[in-house]
């Protein structure tokens, strides 16, 4: 990644403002909100086993053929495999040489929609992790990466709980996705992304945040699965129409309790407090 990438995108550790054992937080920055103009996302992973630990693969082209081992970046153990892109990028760590760079936060969700511990004998192969870092290898631009992983776990399924993603990209877009599997009910996931208009900040910790979004007809601000409200009213976690804009994704998939208030919400309210 050159001098002009590494200045814009900025993986910052946010243990100066949030600490907590056994938690991630997000800080999402919009270009004109940052003091420089530059896009950042502020990504702090509280775990001792990823200290300094940063995974790197070379921009490649692939054979047609050429398979790819998925491993649980949590477990460690296989979960499958699947075909490798002709063309991929390089990519260190949450990042790729195209400027574009993908945090994460753990959310939980529902959890009979949770595909942790499985794999392809489930027809689960991604994971989150492997979910950030194939994406990257495939994808240039923040709304690039939402597509790539939508169609990623349409083909492959996902082998993880719901998981909270940062975005941002070389051109300044930065922009929050909230993406969670279907259990073993069906293959693919359910997800909601919104961009963080210009000017703004935003964070996550450990908890959804995306409440309402409908209609989800720009695609310039927002994303989503064709069946994220249809699913919920076939699950009976949703009484009301597909259309009706009060359905909030995070009250149907990942309600709020007392530790989610207490362990989570409490970390983003200081960041804004401290960034305020």
């Known amino acids: 990644m050159n001098q002009v990438y590494a200045r814009r995108l900025r993986l910052l550790s946010m243990a ?5 054992a056994h938690c991630c937080s997000n800080v999402i920055v919009s270009g004109s909100a940052s003091a420089d103009g530059f896009p950042m996302i502020g990504y702090n992973a509280d775990s001792a086993a990823l200290h300094g630990a940063i995974s790197h693969w070379p921009a490649a082209k692939h054979a047609p053929g050429t398979m790819r081992e ?17 063309t991929t990028y390089n990519v260190i760590g949450n990042a790729n040489d195209q400027g574009l ?3 994460e936060t753990t959310l939980g969700g529902l959890s009979e929609l949770s595909n942790v511990g499985k794999d392809y004998r489930n027809g689960t192969i991604l994971d989150y992790g492997q979910l950030i870092w194939i994406t990257l290898q495939r994808a240039a631009t923040a709304r690039e990466a939402i597509d790539v992983m939508a169609e990623l776990t349409s083909k492959y399924g996902y082998a993880s709980d719901m998981e909270g993603f940062s975005l941002a990209d070389a051109s300044g877009e930065v922009w929050y996705m909230e993406l969670l599997g279907k259990g073993s009910f069906e293959t693919g996931a359910l997800y909601v992304a919104l961009r963080v208009p210009d000017g703004h900040v935003a964070a996550h910790a450990n908890q959804a945040r995306i409440t309402q979004f409908l209609p989800c007809d720009d695609e310039s601000r927002c994303k989503a699965a064709p069946d994220v409200v249809s699913f919920a009213i076939k699950r009976g976690y949703w009484k009301g129409a597909a259309d009706d804009p009060s359905f909030s994704f995070s009250d149907v998939y990942d309600p709020l309790t007392f530790g989610g208030a207490r362990f989570c919400e409490a970390r983003v309210w200081a960041i804004f407090s401290t960034l305020a």
Do not use: N
Request: proline content about 4%.
């Open 101 to 103: 760079v993908i945090g």
């Open 70 to 86: 998925i491993y649980s970046w949590d477990l460690g153990w296989k979960l499958g495999e699947i075909p490798e892109a002709a």
């Open 16 to 20: 100066a403002i949030v600490r907590c």
